[in-house]
């Protein structure tokens, strides 16, 4: 095996475990290693597994952002910004202010005519699947709206800007889009669980993921 086979294949074998809560010490490690890989085609294949594109105007994609990720995604930043250092105080530090959550950032596109002056006060619920069972509602949600194109590039990983602070539209710039971000308290759900995550415009459903099984996911 090369060297080159081997480092993914360690790779891979690393992250085929449920989505855990809290994060240990050495999942934490488990996390840097992934972020740190020289090899590119690691990191798309890592990210790859958790964008679950829904395609039902204005709802795109969803992406799942589980705490183990979030270390992933915020020492990938740090590189990307030339810093070198971050370790498992800064692994600590990014998971704050609660380490269990679990996020859903749903990407949105509007039509080219609309006349939004914001987004859509649109929620996002986690709807079990199989046995019926309540629905879990969002604990925080923000609103995020997209004047330019979205970034949406192999080498920018982010599913959002790393500084979440609305840009204002200048002038007459359209409103193109937007990003939802749902903030889920990590005891509220079920780590094993097998959910679809639902878009609503009020009580109207405008998008629905396929099923998303969190025990594949870190």
């Known amino acids: 095996m090369t060297g080159t086979a081997a480092a993914i294949a ?5 992250v085929v475990a449920a989505y855990e809560t809290p994060l240990e010490r050495r999942t934490v490690e488990q996390a840097l290693d992934i972020a740190n890989s020289a090899l590119q085609s690691s990191h798309v294949a890592f990210h790859g597994d958790y964008r679950f ?3 039902s105007p204005p709802v795109d994609f969803v992406e799942v952002v589980t705490p183990f ?10 590189a ?6 971050f370790g498992q105080r800064e692994a600590l530090a990014a998971l704050q202010p609660d380490p269990d959550r679990l996020e859903l950032f749903v990407e949105l596109t509007f039509h080219p005519m609309n006349t939004f002056i914001g987004v859509p006060a649109y929620d996002v619920e986690l709807a079990p699947a199989g046995a019926p069972a309540p629905r879990v509602a969002a604990a925080t949600i923000d609103r995020l709206p997209r004047y330019g194109a979205r970034v949406d590039d192999p080498s920018y990983l982010f599913p959002y800007p790393p500084v979440l602070t ?4 200048s002038g007459s710039a359209p409103l193109l889009g937007g990003t939802v971000i749902a903030r889920f308290h990590g005891a509220a759900v079920d780590s094993k669980g097998v959910y679809a995550v639902v878009v609503k415009d009020g009580r109207q459903e405008i998008g629905r993921t ?6 594949q996911l870190r």
Do not use: F, N
Not at 69 to 78: D, G, I, K, P
């Open 166 to 169: 609305p840009r204002l539209a």
């Open 80 to 85: 990307r910004t030339g810093r070198r250092m």
């Open 210 to 215: 396929r099923r998303i099984d969190l025990s």
């Open 69 to 78: 990720r979030r270390v992933v995604l915020s020492a990938e930043t740090t």
């Open 53 to 55: 594109h829904v395609l």
């Open 10 to 14: 360690a790779l891979a074998s690393v």
